[in-house]
Nanobody
């Protein structure tokens, strides 16, 4: 069974930093897979934060310049480094993976790569709270 276990959430003051981790089990990340981070707050739809795969990365406009997605293939772990955190970043963060070994939608379909339903595997979620 495939699973992704998250850690690294917590509370931080505005301007602070956190690093989220997503350790995969049951499979190993591949350059042909797409992995990403999404976040959700009550009453709103889940939104994409950062994506990586197929030789490139994408970031939501709201986090560009502040967040960095990376992969440590040796540890089979995905990371999200979050700097200069803002209260608006407060959300439940989840890692996600598409293990279908396809880059088509990710590379050529701007809308689809940000659609949560395209990702079949999800971490349990971790809360990030940023206080002003």
């Amino acid at each position: 069974v495939q699973a992704q276990v998250q850690s690294g959430g917590g509370s931080v003051q505005a301007g602070g930093s956190l690093r989220l981790s997503c350790a995969a089990s049951g499979y190993r990340y591949s350059s042909s897979y797409v992995m990403g981070w999404f976040r959700q707050v009550p009453g709103k739809e889940r939104e994409g934060v950062a994506l990586t795969g197929c030789g490139t990365t994408f970031y939501a406009d709201s986090v560009k310049g502040r967040f960095t997605i990376s992969l440590d293939s040796a540890k089979n772990t995905l990371y999200l480094q979050m700097n200069s955190l803002k209260p608006e970043d407060t959300a439940m963060y989840s890692c996600a993976a598409d293990l279908r070994s396809t880059c088509r939608f990710y590379t050529y379909d701007t809308f689809s790569r940000w659609t949560p339903s395209k990702y079949a595997y999800w971490g349990q979620g971790t809360q990030v709270t940023v206080s002003s």
